[in-house]
């Protein structure tokens, strides 16, 4: 059976698809010029939402192993896999904050190039000497979680199934981030969060130790807001302003 028969470009669509292709290169051009996108670049320009994930994931796994590590891992392995993932993710990281630092530079220059490179390895420098913090924190969370909620059986349970511990254990990270000064890489982890739990958390807000979000569907988060100790809050909640007085140039 041909595999290909059925393949769209064949024929005149072939012909179709270049001008397809075309106009699609047209409409980024017009884009880069509107917002003065000047730079010739071979490489991505702005941080990948894809690798975050995968990082972000990562990340998580280094802080709880034995919970959201690989199925196969032991205890007797655990700081080999622990220092592992953490040399690939943060490595990774870097990559990912470089692209977040410079992508508003002028075009580039080799000495913006070396400072961006430098920023960005010492700001993954100070967000790696905070992990023990943050994961010393998440205990709490979960044990507030666990003793906040009367149908969980397990500190365990709590960390494996509820969508707002996963939601505080992104923000913890991506705060952490956006404070360091990476702001994009901190959003785009935030929107993770939001698709995968339904919970939105702007990096900037700042929240208290032992947090509970109980079941968490519509919990909005704003960046100016700043939660206490020990808070819970429980679905449909927003915490932020709805509107910001604008100027005379229209600016919030």
């Not at 010739?40 to 994931?57: A, K, M, Q, T, Y």
């Not at 807000?205 to 939660?227: K, L, M, N, Y």
């Not at 100790?229 to 005379?248: H, S």
Request: glycine share 8%.
């Amino acid at each position: 059976m041909n595999q290909r028969a059925g393949h769209w470009s064949s024929g005149k669509a072939h012909t179709e698809l270049g001008d397809i292709v075309n106009q699609l290169r047209a409409a980024r051009e017009r884009w880069r010029e509107a917002h003065e996108r000047h730079r010739e670049f071979d490489e991505r320009e702005f941080p990948s939402r894809v690798e975050l994930r995968r990082i972000l994931e990562d990340l998580c796994a280094a802080l709880f192993p034995m919970r959201l590590g690989p199925t196969s891992l032991r205890q007797s392995s655990e700081d080999f896999f622990v220092g592992y993932t953490l040399d690939s993710a943060l490595t990774r990281l870097q990559d990912q904050i470089r692209l977040d630092l410079g992508y508003k530079l002028a075009p580039d220059t080799t000495t913006a190039n070396k400072d961006v490179n430098a920023q960005a390895a010492e700001l993954v420098r100070q967000f790696a000497h905070q992990l023990p913090v943050i994961r010393q924190i998440l205990d709490a969370d979960v044990e507030a979680a666990y003793h906040g909620d009367p149908a969980a059986r397990s500190v365990d349970e709590v960390l494996l199934c509820y969508p707002g511990i996963a939601a505080i254990t992104y923000h913890r990270i991506a705060h952490e981030l956006y404070q360091l000064g990476a702001p994009l890489v901190a959003r785009i982890i935030a929107e993770i969060s939001h698709s995968d739990t339904g919970i939105d958390i702007h990096p900037g807000a700042v929240i208290g130790g032992r947090f509970f979000i109980d079941h968490g569907t519509g919990v909005v988060i704003g960046e100016t807001a700043v939660i206490g100790e020990r808070v819970r809050i429980y679905q449909n909640v927003t915490l932020g302003a709805k509107r910001f007085p604008a100027g005379e140039n229209g600016t919030l």
